[in-house]
């Protein structure tokens, strides 16, 4: 059976300091050979022109973008805006928008609904806060599914190309800056990865990829990537340690 490649999505949040680190760092990261894989890179706003110069097989992605479609919206950035300068994914309800600025699933529905109608790949993350994981799987799975079900609202009347819609499942409190942060099992990395597919496939009629987030390193891609239901991953700080990413890439382009 012919396996499906595999897609990373380097998240690179509030870093590097300066577009010429930027643009050096994709540079060594960006570069991914013809049929290999999917890379995504997806730095700060201000070095997306620079980077996209220098990426070689890569893609380029935002980290978030505005509901809107123009007008009086300080500091704000539209999907359209992100296309005319060739981005063609972006991360959305990410949790430290949700943790930091209050971001609610009304309004990280009308981001996806806006990136879809534009025709970005949206990869949307959703994932359980510690003090819901505690009370076991069930309670984990029934949290998601309620965010899950409240950022896709209305999906269906945009004809959507499924592989536009992308999830990307990252416990809260597996990602690296998170205090207390514990590791996530492969396990249930797969087990919520197949539950997502479920609820998505049972609601709009197909299956889409699902990525597994969560401080994944060169170390235990390998461990999460080789689980069946998971189709690649989202990383945000070993993608700026350019040897272990590139390292980290080799284990999940293999
Ligand atoms: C993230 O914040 O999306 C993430 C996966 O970060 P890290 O890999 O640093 O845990």
């Not at 994932?127 to 965010?147: D, H, N, Y």
């Not at 709009?204 to 461990?223: A, I, N, Q």
């Not at 989202?234 to 993608?239: K, M, N, P, R, T």
Request: charged share 25%; net charge positive; glycine share 10%.
């Amino acid at each position: 059976m012919l396996r499906m490649k595999k897609l990373i999505v380097a998240n690179w949040k509030m870093n590097p300091k300066t577009l010429s680190e930027a643009v050096s760092l994709a540079r060594k990261t960006g570069v991914v050979k013809k049929g290999a894989g999917e890379l995504v890179i997806c730095p700060p706003y201000p070095f997306l022109s620079g980077v996209q110069k220098v990426l070689n097989g890569a893609a380029l992605g935002a980290q978030d973008m505005s509901e809107n479609t123009e007008g009086p919206h300080t500091g704000e950035v539209s999907a359209g805006i992100l296309k005319s300068v060739g981005v063609s994914y972006v991360i959305l309800g990410h949790s430290e928008r949700r943790s930091e600025l209050g971001e609610n699933d009304e309004a990280v529905n009308g981001k996806v609904l806006q990136a879809l109608k534009a025709g970005l790949r949206v990869v949307l993350c959703i994932g359980e806060p510690i003090e819901i994981r505690k009370k076991g799987l069930p309670s984990a799975s029934s949290f998601v599914k309620k965010q899950l079900l409240g950022c896709v609202a209305g999906i269906e009347k945009l004809g959507l190309k499924k592989k536009n819609l992308i999830l990307a499942y990252e416990p809260v409190w597996a990602i690296s800056t998170s205090k207390n942060r514990r590791n996530e099992t492969p396990d249930d990395a797969a087990f919520m990865a197949s539950l997502i597919k479920t609820i998505v496939r049972e609601k709009f009629y197909f299956t889409p990829r699902v990525l597994y987030g969560g401080s994944v390193g060169e170390k235990d891609v390998r461990d999460f990537v080789s689980q069946k239901e998971v189709d690649g991953t989202l990383v945000g700080a070993a993608s700026l340690r350019a040897s272990e990413f590139r390292l980290l890439m080799g284990k999940v382009f293999e």
